[in-house]
C-alpha cells in the first residue's frame, strides 16, 4: 500500500512539473507576443511620424522607398566626401551640349502621393525604379546612371543653366557669325517650356549687351513660327501657314515666314511672349496644358544690308509620350502624337551625327530637321536640356529622356579626338566679365536671394580664376611648344602616307562613289520616314479593330445570353431547335470573322513592325 501511494505521489509530481513547464512556456510565448505586438506598434508609429514628417517637407509618399532613395543618397554624398563640385563656368566644348534639368515635385504629384525618384550628384543623374520581390512584400530599388556634360537638381536657377548652356553659344553666334540652336526635349510637364522662357528671359539682355560691346552695326529679327502637324504655322503674323521649299543650292526656304524687328530687349520679349500666347496646346493625360506643337524661335542678326551674320535658334519641342500615354486619344492627337514621336527621332539622328562629326546628316528625316538644316553644319553648335519630372510614377519616361540624351551623346568623346592645340582649347572654360554676370543676374524679373548667392558665388569663382590665370598661361604656353614640336613631326608623316595612298586613284571614281553612297542614304531614310508612318497608321488601325471586336463581342453575348435563355425553358419543338442551332452557328460565324480581321491587322502591324526594325538597322550602317 505505501508503495501504490510512493508511486502515486512521484506521478503527481512529474504530471504538475509537466504542468509547471508547459505553463512557463506559455507565458514565455505570450510575453514575446506583447514584445512582438509592442515593437510592431512603435515601427508602425515610426512609420507614420515619418509619412508626416515627409509630408510636411513636401515628399508623400511610400516611406520605405522614400527612405531607400535616402539612404542611398547619404551614401553617394559620403562616397563624394570632398570632390569639389563641377566648375560653374561653361567649358568650350565641341559641337554638342548635353545637359539635364530636375524639375521640383509639383502639387499633382504630391496630391498623388509621388515620392521623388530622380537624384543628380556631380554630372550624374541617377533614377530610382520602385520594385518589388518576387514574395511581394519586400521593397528595393533599381538604380540606373547617365553621365551628362551638365546636370541641374531642383534647386538650381535658370541663371545657371543659361551659363552653362547658352552662354557659349551666344559667343559663338557674336564672335564668329556661326549658327546655333538650343533645344528643350522631355516628357510632357517635365519644364521645358518653363526652362526654355527663363533661357529666353536672359538672353534678350545678354544678347543685345554683347553686340553692343563687340559691334554696333548689326540689327536683330525675331521669326516665331510652330510645326503642328507637318504645317509650319507663322506665329506672329495670325498663324498664316507657310511654306517649306528647297532650293538649286540645297538651301531650305519657308516662304511667307516673316521676320519682326526687335531694336531692345524689351521689343524682343514682347515678340516672344506674342509668340507663346498663339501655340497650339491640348489637355493630356499626363498635362492639362500640353504642348502639341514644336515651337522654334529663330533669331538672326543681320547688317544693315540685310546679310545674315549670325542666327540663333530657340526650340521648344512638343512632349514626348509614350503609346500606352495615348490609349484614350483620338484619332486627331493620336496622329498628333505619331508626328511629335516621328520628327524627335529624326531629330536624334541628326544631334547624334552632328556630335560624331558625320560626313551625312539624315536631316530629311521630318520637317523639323529639314527646317534647322543649316544647324546641323559642321561648324555649328548645338546644346541640348534634358527636362524630367521627379516623381516615381514618371520613372519610365524619365528613363526614356535620358536614353534618348545618351544615345545624342555616345561615342563624342571618341569622335573629338584631336590633337595639340585644339584638344587643349576644348576643355577651356568660358570665364564671364563681372558686367556680364551682373547683367545676367539682373535679366531674371524678381530675382531673389538665392539669386543672389548664386551671383556672389559666381564672382568669387571668377575672382579665383582671373587670380591663377598668369601660371596657367605660362604653364600652357610651354605644352603648345612641345605640342606644336610634335604635330608638326605628324602632319609630315601624314602627308607622306597621304601621298602613297592616293596615287594611282581615280578622282571621278571617288566622288562618283560618295554621290551613290549619299543617295542610298537619302533613299533608306525616306523609306524608314514612310514604314515609321506606316507603322504608326497600322497600330491606330488595330487598335480600333480590337475595340470593334470588343464591343461586337458584347453585344453578341447580350444576343446569346437570350438564345440560351429561351431554350433552356424547355419544351421546345423541332423546329424550334433547327432555328437555335442556325443562329447559334451564325454567332460562331461572326466571332471567326471578327477573330480572323484582328488576326490579319497583328499581322500586318507585326511584320512592318519588323520591317522598321530592319530599315533603321540599314540606314544606321549606311551612315557609318
Known amino acids: 500500500m505505501n508503495a501504490a501511494n510512493r508511486r502515486k505521489s512521484t506521478s503527481t509530481v512529474g504530471i504538475t512539473g509537466r504542468k509547471d513547464a508547459t505553463r512557463m512556456k506559455i507565458e514565455q510565448m505570450e510575453k514575446e507576443r506583447k514584445e512582438r505586438r509592442k515593437t510592431m506598434m512603435q515601427r508602425k508609429e515610426a512609420r507614420k511620424q515619418e509619412h508626416m514628417k515627409n509630408i510636411e517637407a513636401g515628399n508623400p509618399g511610400d516611406v520605405d522607398f522614400i527612405g531607400l532613395v535616402e539612404e542611398w543618397r547619404r551614401e553617394q554624398e559620403n562616397k563624394i566626401g570632398d570632390k569639389s563640385p563641377p566648375s560653374l563656368f561653361a567649358s568650350t566644348n565641341s559641337n554638342i551640349c548635353i545637359a539635364v534639368r530636375k524639375r521640383p515635385i509639383s502639387d499633382?504629384?504630391?496630391?498623388?502621393?509621388?515620392?521623388?525618384?530622380?537624384?543628380?550628384?556631380?554630372?550624374?543623374?541617377?533614377?530610382?525604379?520602385?520594385?518589388?520581390?518576387?514574395?511581394?512584400?519586400?521593397?528595393?530599388?533599381?538604380?540606373?546612371?547617365?553621365?551628362?556634360?551638365?546636370?541641374?537638381?531642383?534647386?538650381?536657377?535658370?541663371?545657371?543653366?543659361?551659363?552653362?548652356?547658352?552662354?557659349?553659344?551666344?559667343?559663338?553666334v557674336v564672335s564668329t557669325q556661326g549658327?546655333?540652336?538650343?533645344?528643350?526635349?522631355?516628357?510632357?510637364?517635365?519644364?521645358?517650356?518653363?526652362?526654355?522662357?527663363?533661357?529666353?528671359?536672359?538672353?534678350?539682355?545678354?544678347?543685345?549687351?554683347q553686340l553692343a560691346e563687340h559691334t554696333d552695326d548689326l540689327e536683330i529679327t525675331v521669326a516665331f513660327f510652330e510645326l503642328y502637324s507637318g504645317n509650319v504655322l507663322d506665329l506672329l503674323h495670325g498663324c498664316q501657314r507657310c511654306k517649306l521649299l528647297e532650293d538649286g543650292n540645297g538651301e531650305v526656304n519657308i516662304t511667307g515666314l516673316r521676320e519682326v524687328p526687335a531694336p531692345t530687349p524689351e521689343a524682343f520679349l514682347q515678340?516672344?511672349?506674342?509668340?507663346?500666347?498663339?501655340?497650339?496646346?491640348?489637355?493630356?493625360?499626363?498635362?492639362?496644358?500640353?504642348?502639341?506643337?514644336?515651337?522654334?524661335?529663330?533669331?538672326?542678326?543681320?547688317?544693315?544690308?540685310?546679310?545674315?551674320?549670325?542666327?540663333?535658334?530657340?526650340?521648344?519641342?512638343?512632349?514626348?509620350?509614350?503609346?500606352?500615354?495615348?490609349?484614350?486619344?483620338?484619332?486627331?492627337?493620336?496622329?498628333?502624337?505619331?508626328?511629335?514621336?516621328?520628327?524627335?527621332?529624326?531629330?536624334?539622328?541628326?544631334?547624334?551625327?552632328?556630335?560624331?562629326?558625320?560626313?551625312?546628316?539624315?536631316?530629311?528625316?521630318?520637317?523639323?530637321?529639314?527646317?534647322?538644316?543649316?544647324?546641323?553644319s559642321p561648324d555649328s553648335k548645338t546644346t541640348m536640356v534634358a527636362t524630367v519630372s521627379p516623381g516615381a510614377s514618371a520613372a519610365d519616361h524619365s528613363l526614356n529622356t535620358l536614353r534618348y540624351a545618351d544615345r545624342i551623346k555616345e561615342q563624342r568623346v571618341s569622335s573629338n579626338g584631336q590633337r595639340g592645340k585644339a584638344a587643349k582649347a576644348s576643355n577651356r572654360e568660358i570665364m564671364p566679365s563681372k558686367e556680364r554676370l551682373m547683367r545676367i543676374a539682373a535679366a531674371t524679373e524678381q530675382a531673389d536671394d538665392q539669386h543672389s548667392a548664386f551671383v556672389q558665388k559666381m564672382l568669387a569663382e571668377h575672382d579665383q580664376v582671373q587670380a591663377d590665370a598668369n601660371d596657367y598661361a605660362f604653364t600652357e604656353q610651354v605644352d603648345e611648344e612641345e605640342a606644336d614640336d610634335e604635330e608638326g613631326d605628324y602632319e609630315e608623316e601624314s602627308e607622306d602616307l597621304d601621298y602613297e595612298d592616293s596615287e594611282g586613284q581615280d578622282y571621278e571614281e571617288a566622288v562618283e562613289s560618295q554621290y551613290d553612297h549619299s543617295q542610298e542614304a537619302q533613299e533608306g531614310e525616306e523609306e524608314l520616314r514612310r514604314?515609321?508612318?506606316?507603322?504608326?497608321?497600322?497600330?491606330?488601325?488595330?487598335?480600333?479593330?480590337?475595340?470593334?471586336?470588343?464591343?461586337?463581342?458584347?453585344?453578341?453575348?447580350?444576343?446569346?445570353?437570350?438564345?440560351?435563355?429561351?431554350?433552356?425553358?424547355?419544351?421546345?419543338?423541332?423546329?424550334?431547335?433547327?432555328?437555335?442551332?442556325?443562329?447559334?452557328?451564325?454567332?460562331?460565324?461572326?466571332?471567326?470573322?471578327?477573330?480572323?480581321?484582328?488576326?490579319?491587322?497583328?499581322?500586318?502591324?507585326?511584320?512592318?513592325?519588323a520591317r522598321e526594325q530592319e530599315l533603321a538597322r540599314q540606314v544606321q550602317l549606311t551612315q557609318y
Open 531 to 609: 514604314t515609321v508612318q506606316a507603322v504608326f497608321e497600322l497600330e491606330e488601325a488595330l487598335l480600333n479593330q480590337h475595340m470593334s471586336n470588343i464591343q461586337a463581342n458584347a453585344e453578341m453575348l447580350t444576343q446569346e445570353g437570350k438564345l440560351l435563355q429561351s431554350v433552356q425553358a424547355g419544351g421546345l419543338s423541332e423546329d424550334e431547335m433547327h432555328n437555335y442551332a442556325i443562329q447559334l452557328a451564325e454567332f460562331l460565324d461572326k466571332k471567326e470573322s471578327l477573330i480572323y480581321k484582328l488576326q490579319s491587322k497583328l499581322d500586318e502591324f507585326q511584320e512592318q513592325l
Open 108 to 172: 499633382k504629384e504630391r496630391q498623388k502621393l509621388d515620392h521623388d525618384s530622380v537624384s543628380c550628384f556631380q554630372n550624374k543623374v541617377w533614377i530610382h525604379s520602385a520594385k518589388l520581390k518576387v514574395d511581394g512584400i519586400t521593397k528595393y530599388l533599381t538604380h540606373n546612371s547617365f553621365q551628362l556634360d551638365h546636370t541641374f537638381g531642383e534647386d538650381s536657377t535658370t541663371e545657371q543653366i543659361y551659363l552653362a548652356t547658352t552662354l557659349p553659344l551666344v559667343d559663338h
Open 179 to 209: 549658327r546655333a540652336t538650343v533645344f528643350c526635349y522631355g516628357q510632357t510637364g517635365s519644364g521645358k517650356t518653363y526652362t526654355m522662357n527663363g533661357i529666353q528671359q536672359i538672353l534678350a539682355y545678354d544678347l543685345y549687351g
Open 271 to 376: 515678340v516672344i511672349e506674342e509668340g507663346h500666347s498663339l501655340r497650339t496646346t491640348q489637355k493630356t493625360e499626363a498635362n492639362d496644358a500640353s504642348s502639341r506643337s514644336h515651337a522654334i524661335c529663330q533669331v538672326f542678326l543681320r547688317d544693315y544690308g540685310g546679310n545674315l551674320r549670325g542666327k540663333l535658334g530657340l526650340v521648344d519641342l512638343a512632349g514626348s509620350e509614350r503609346g500606352s500615354d495615348t490609349k484614350q486619344h483620338n484619332s486627331q492627337r493620336r496622329t498628333e502624337s505619331a508626328d511629335i514621336n516621328t520628327s524627335l527621332l529624326a531629330l536624334k539622328e541628326c544631334i547624334r551625327a552632328l556630335g560624331q562629326k558625320s560626313a551625312h546628316v539624315p536631316y530629311r528625316g521630318s520637317k523639323l530637321t529639314l527646317i534647322l538644316k543649316d544647324c546641323f
